[in-house]
């Protein structure tokens, strides 16, 4: 949680550095949580991303992830990814620092991406598994929003993976089949 004088309307995109500094973690992943996520071998001490859950906005949910800058092999950080147990919920990514990638997909097998810079909007439909990447040199800090009844299902990403990976080719992030 972050300190109640700061009001989540009050985070400045500029100051979050600082913001994030004054809140606890709620969630750490480290290496050693992320077995079978990475398609190499993760050094299992590492610190891949922390969640900065804020107070609540009635049933809306908020929270802060910062994504660690780094990679597995040729495959950048991201996190663990999750559908919402809840098929009417949604949610929505506001970035804050630093470059991502959004992966998305359905139980169908439809797949979709956003780039997530600084001030983009990123909207997540109902039904579709989410998963961000950071594909750039800092940290990369987004704002999520989401409904309280939404719920984490991270089997179903445990159990069949995502349809596609981000690695680093040539110097670039690339889309490349999953396994
Ligand atoms: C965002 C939201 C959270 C999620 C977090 C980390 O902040 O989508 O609900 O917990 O990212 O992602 P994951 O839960 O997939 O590890
Ligand atoms: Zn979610």
Same mark, same amino acid.
């Given at each position: +949680? %972050?300190? !109640?004088?700061?009001?989540? &309307? %009050?985070? *400045?995109?500029?100051?979050?550095?600082?913001?994030? #500094?004054? %809140?606890?973690?709620?969630?750490?992943?480290?290496?050693? *949580?992320?077995?079978?996520?990475?398609?190499?071998?993760?050094?299992? $001490? #590492?610190?891949?991303? &922390?969640?900065?859950?804020?107070?609540?906005?009635?049933?809306?949910?908020?929270?802060?992830?910062? /994504? +660690?800058?780094?990679?597995?092999? *040729?495959?950048?950080? +991201?996190?663990?990814?999750?559908?919402? &147990? *809840?098929?009417? #919920?949604? !949610?929505?990514?506001?970035?804050?620092?630093?470059?991502? /990638? /959004?992966? +998305?997909?359905?139980? $169908?097998?439809?797949?979709?991406?956003?780039?997530? @810079?600084?001030?983009?909007?990123? %909207?997540?439909?109902?039904?579709?598994?989410?998963?961000? =990447?950071?594909?750039?040199?800092?940290?990369?800090?987004?704002?999520?929003?989401?409904?309280? !009844?939404?719920?984490? @299902?991270? #089997?179903?990403? &445990? !159990?069949?993976?995502? /349809?596609?990976?981000?690695?680093?080719?040539?110097?670039?992030?690339?889309? =490349?089949?999953?396994?």
């Amino acid at each position: +949680m %972050c300190p !109640e004088q700061e009001p989540p &309307e %009050c985070i *400045d995109p500029e100051r979050i550095t600082e913001f994030l #500094s004054q %809140c606890s973690s709620s969630i750490t992943r480290f290496g050693r *949580d992320m077995v079978g996520i990475f398609a190499g071998e993760v050094e299992p $001490d #590492s610190i891949i991303y &922390e969640v900065y859950e804020l107070e609540s906005i009635g049933n809306i949910r908020l929270a802060v992830t910062k /994504l +660690m800058p780094g990679k597995v092999g *040729d495959e950048y950080y +991201m996190t663990k990814g999750h559908y919402h &147990e *809840d098929p009417q #919920s949604g !949610e929505v990514y506001f970035g804050l620092k630093g470059r991502g /990638l /959004l992966i +998305m997909q359905t139980k $169908d097998g439809e797949t979709g991406e956003i780039e997530l @810079d600084p001030g983009t909007i990123a %909207c997540i439909r109902p039904g579709w598994a989410h998963r961000s =990447v950071n594909t750039g040199n800092e940290e990369f800090v987004f704002l999520a929003a989401f409904p309280r !009844e939404a719920g984490h @299902d991270y #089997s179903s990403i &445990e !159990e069949g993976g995502f /349809l596609k990976r981000v690695v680093e080719v040539g110097g670039r992030p690339t889309l =490349v089949p999953g396994q």
